[in-house]
């Protein structure tokens, strides 16, 4: 059963990051980091489910987690910076009138 959910997480991840890279050429920066970070979710459990290495143990797990939040101050930077841009954009445009 464990081996039936593993291999379905390597395709759920493969599939997010196709549509995430579709996602990005529509809106930008925030889907292409979530692409790439997708990416790596598929090769990671990738490497673990089909060629049976211990992705998740030991110093291979800290790799995961100090990458996931490379990923999550990646896309944080990001949204600050369009809510940033977007709200000074709105405060120029109304400040003026």
């Known amino acids: 059963m464990t081996a039936i959910i593993e291999s379905t997480y390597v395709f759920?991840?493969?599939?997010?990051?196709v549509l995430m890279y579709f996602v990005g050429k529509k809106h930008g920066a925030l889907g292409y980091i979530f692409s790439v970070m997708f990416t790596f979710l598929t090769v990671w459990y990738g490497l673990r489910s089909f060629a049976g290495l211990p992705m998740f143990e030991g110093v291979l797990g800290i790799i995961f987690r100090c990458a996931l939040a490379v990923f999550l101050v990646a896309l944080s930077a990001?949204?600050?910076?369009k809510k940033l841009r977007s709200a000074s954009g709105s405060?120029?445009?109304?400040?003026g009138e």
């Open 91 to 95: 405060h120029e445009n109304s400040g």
């Open 12 to 17: 759920m991840w493969g599939a997010l990051s």
């Open 78 to 81: 990001v949204c600050i910076a």
